[in-house]
């Protein structure tokens, strides 16, 4: 199973970006379903993006237009920027392989503060 190590979280004013990386400890070309879910304090977990392994992307409503969603093979890693960033995208962001939106590996998830 595939270890997923997310960075690149922070504090940023509203209105700023962030680029959060997921590192697989193996290789990702195999890997159909990678993606991004949030939870913020008191919520659900929420899909955010995903990726398969032919570059198809997809968001949730609330990424599209200012989050894109991208992969990177040769180093395994998977990214999210995101830009115009709100108060309300303040949330942990977690890594996932899986299918679809399904997620099998999760990784520890990287903390967005959208404040200013």
Sequence with gaps: QVKLVESGGGLVQPGGSLRLSCAASGSISSLN?????????????????????????????????????????????????MNSLKPEDTADYYCYTGVGEFATSWGQGTQVTVSS
Excluded: C, H
Aim: net charge positive; no cysteine; glycine share 10%.
């Design 33 to 81: 379903g990678m993606g991004w879910y949030r939870q913020a304090p008191a919520k659900q977990r929420e899909w955010v993006a995903r990726i398969t392994s032919g570059g198809n992307t997809y968001y949730a409503n609330s990424a599209k237009g200012r989050f894109t969603i991208s992969r990177d093979n040769a180093r395994n890693t998977v990214y999210l920027q």
